[in-house]
């Protein structure tokens, strides 16, 4: 697979089976899981649609947009999260709508170009090696005016602090290791890598999470994590 960091790979093999554990290693993903979907939904459709997850771990959104009606494909480099996430699909009644393939966004490209009417990457860009190549690829990857979203972290001195020192140092609510400052990713780099890509950003938004409460809320502030939505420019 090309584009792929063998080390953080296995980093998150090595925690596949506590996907599901919503008060284990990934609590935050569990908490953001709704607000994010409710981002997605109220700016395109959901139902009937063919959608691709890439970056799908063990499938938390996989599960979470099949269970809204739409035919979802989840994409992984790591075998290990697929593992559970297909069992978890069975063991919960979306096998019929949900497919997982062990493939990078670039991978994919050769047998699914211009399938997928929304396609949805979430904390997985600030863990490859070159962001550009995985935007053209997933830009690629969707259809002629269909919708892009990301989720990730930004590159400030807030984030260092909260996301990294206080979320994996700190307060444990992430594994130590989870992230890389100098991997973080300003939303005008990510702007900039959509529209070179052939996207039209259509809205950046702030994502807040209160590790004590653990309430996620949208907002306008995006110097931690943010959510981008972008366009595929018809023709």
Same mark, same amino acid.
């Given at each position: 697979?090309?584009?792929?960091?063998?080390?953080?790979?296995?980093? $998150?093999?090595?925690?596949?089976?506590?996907?599901?554990?919503?008060?284990?290693?990934?609590?935050?993903?569990?908490?953001?899981?709704?607000?994010?979907?409710? /981002?997605?939904?109220?700016?395109? #459709?959901?139902?009937?649609?063919?959608?691709?997850?890439?970056?799908?771990?063990?499938?938390?959104?996989?599960?979470?947009?099949?269970?809204?009606?739409?035919?979802?494909?989840?994409?992984?480099?790591?075998?290990?999260?697929?593992?559970?996430?297909?069992?978890?699909?069975?063991?919960?009644?979306?096998?019929?709508?949900?497919?997982?393939?062990?493939?990078?966004?670039?991978?994919?490209?050769?047998?699914?170009?211009?399938?997928?009417?929304?396609?949805?990457?979430?904390?997985?860009?600030?863990?490859?090696?070159?962001?550009?190549?995985?935007?053209?690829?997933?830009?690629?990857?969707?259809?002629?005016?269909?919708?892009?979203? $990301?989720?990730?972290?930004?590159?400030?001195?807030?984030?260092?602090?909260?996301?990294?020192?206080?979320?994996?140092?700190?307060?444990?609510?992430?594994?130590?290791?989870?992230?890389?400052?100098?991997?973080?990713?300003?939303?005008?780099?990510? #702007?900039?890598?959509?529209?070179?890509?052939?996207?039209?950003?259509?809205?950046?938004?702030?994502?807040?999470?209160?590790?004590?409460?653990?309430?996620?809320?949208?907002?306008?502030?995006?110097?931690?994590? /943010?959510?981008?939505? #972008?366009?595929?420019?018809?023709?």
């Amino acid at each position: 697979m090309s584009n792929v960091d063998r080390r953080e790979v296995a980093k $998150f093999e090595s925690l596949a089976q506590r996907w599901w554990d919503v008060d284990g290693d990934f609590k935050p993903l569990h908490d953001m899981n709704r607000p994010r979907v409710d /981002y997605m939904r109220a700016r395109c #459709a959901i139902e009937g649609a063919r959608i691709l997850d890439a970056g799908c771990g063990g499938g938390l959104l996989t599960e979470a947009l099949a269970a809204l009606g739409g035919n979802v494909t989840g994409i992984d480099a790591g075998e290990a999260p697929l593992a559970v996430a297909r069992q978890h699909a069975a063991e919960h009644g979306f096998a019929e709508r949900i497919e997982y393939v062990a493939a990078t966004p670039e991978s994919f490209l050769a047998t699914s170009p211009g399938t997928f009417k929304v396609v949805a990457c979430l904390e997985m860009l600030e863990h490859v090696p070159d962001v550009r190549s995985t935007v053209c690829a997933l830009a690629q990857l969707t259809a002629a005016g269909g919708d892009v979203f $990301f989720s990730t972290i930004n590159r400030t001195a807030k984030a260092f602090a909260l996301a990294i020192v206080g979320a994996e140092y700190l307060l444990n609510i992430l594994p130590k290791g989870t992230h890389a400052y100098e991997n973080l990713i300003r939303p005008s780099e990510l #702007a900039s890598a959509c529209r070179s890509a052939g996207l039209q950003v259509a809205d950046v938004v702030g994502v807040r999470y209160n590790p004590f409460t653990r309430r996620c809320t949208l907002s306008s502030d995006v110097s931690v994590n /943010y959510l981008l939505h #972008a366009k595929k420019l018809s023709g």
